[in-house]
């Protein structure tokens, strides 16, 4: 698909930061705590539909389902890449907000790994198509 992986991960990154932020920011202003486990996939969402967007931009169509997918792929272990990075940037900040997760055993960790990047790649999937089929309107209204 020709997916630009400094691209997603600036998107990716950006959102990341961002997320937390309009969190505390509702939860502060209206009381609201929007915070889910879920929260963590919206990343990988946007940065997959910008990728999608970007590819009718450039090519006028939509990619083939296989470019998808091998881009999906791509975006999930990078997006969990990043995810590592990040996590490791805050065990070294704030050690204390990981101290009950050290004492899980390591198959758990490698399961829910496995778990997360296999939503993750179906996400990235989905998400591409969704920024492809929505891109591929607008230049066809003549708005993109």
């Known amino acids: 698909m020709g997916s630009s992986i400094l ?15 309009v969190i505390l920011a509702v939860q502060l202003l209206l009381g609201i705590n929007l915070s889910s486990s879920a929260v963590g996939f919206i990343p990988f ?7 999608g967007q970007r590819y009718v931009k450039e090519f006028g169509d939509l990619p083939s389902k296989r470019e998808m997918w091998l881009a999906a792929v791509l975006m999930g272990w990078v997006g969990m890449t990043l995810s590592f990075i990040v996590g490791g ?16 055993p390591i198959a758990f960790w490698l399961f829910g790994f496995v778990i997360v990047l ?24 003549g708005r993109g």
């Not at 691209?7 to 932020?21: N, W």
């Not at 805050?90 to 004492?103: A, K």
């Not at 999937?125 to 309107?137: C, E, F, I, M, T």
Request: proline share 3%; net charge positive.
């Open 7 to 21: 691209r997603f991960s600036f998107v990716f990154i950006a959102t990341s930061v961002a997320i937390p932020i």
């Open 45 to 51: 969402m946007t940065a997959a539909m910008t990728e």
């Open 89 to 104: 940037v805050l065990l070294v900040i704030s050690p204390e907000l990981f101290t009950e997760m050290r004492q899980l």
């Open 118 to 141: 296999i939503v993750a790649i179906l996400m990235c999937r989905g998400a591409v198509g969704v920024g492809a089929r929505s891109q591929l309107k607008q230049v066809r209204r």
